[in-house]
């Protein structure tokens, strides 16, 4: 018997051109084990600042294509910069445009992260999902130390093995904490 595929969506909290936390997820992507579809929300940067009074009209074609990549989601994979001790601001406004909807509360959550200095930016980002009715699932975190390599040090360290073991066991944790909520 084959088990249903697994739909996760990762967000970036970075719009750089050449970030190490989109380049994480994709590597994510590419290790993710058989029947799990990791599948990257890129339109952080299309959201419009949030304002309570667009949610009492038609909601902007952004906000309804990030509310349905969450609806869709079984399970939600963070990879977010740190920027001044706190979350950047596009994936907040991002959040925030989920805070009053119901696609978010219940899901479980991951985070990869490509810096292991980013202390404030994951307790603050686990603070507000935590806020949102998330199921924060810490042991299934991996860190990628990729933060101050060229794109090239970058790739070459994203395409080890010993990476992509990683990549695929914190998945593999997380893929199993989600059919476990599936069940739930």
Known sequence: MTRPKIRLLGLSGSLRRVSTNTALLQAAAAAAPENVDL????????????????????????????????????????????????IPGGLKNALDWLVSGSEIPGKPVAFFHASPRSHHGRA?????????STIV??????????????????????????????LRQGLGTFVEIVRRCRRA
């Open 39 to 86: 599948h990257l929300f890129e339109r952080l940067a299309d959201l419009p600042i949030f304002n309570p009074d667009l949610e009492d009209g038609p909601l902007p074609e952004p906000v309804v294509g990030l509310r349905h990549a969450v609806s869709a989601a079984d399970g939600l994979v963070f990879a977010v910069p740190e920027y001044a001790h706190g």
């Open 124 to 132: 603050a980002l686990e603070e507000v999902l935590r806020t949102m």
């Open 137 to 166: 699932v810490p042991e299934a975190s991996v860190t990628v130390p990729l933060l101050g390599l060229s794109p090239e040090a970058m790739t070459g360290r994203l395409a080890e093995a010993e990476t992509a073991d990683a």
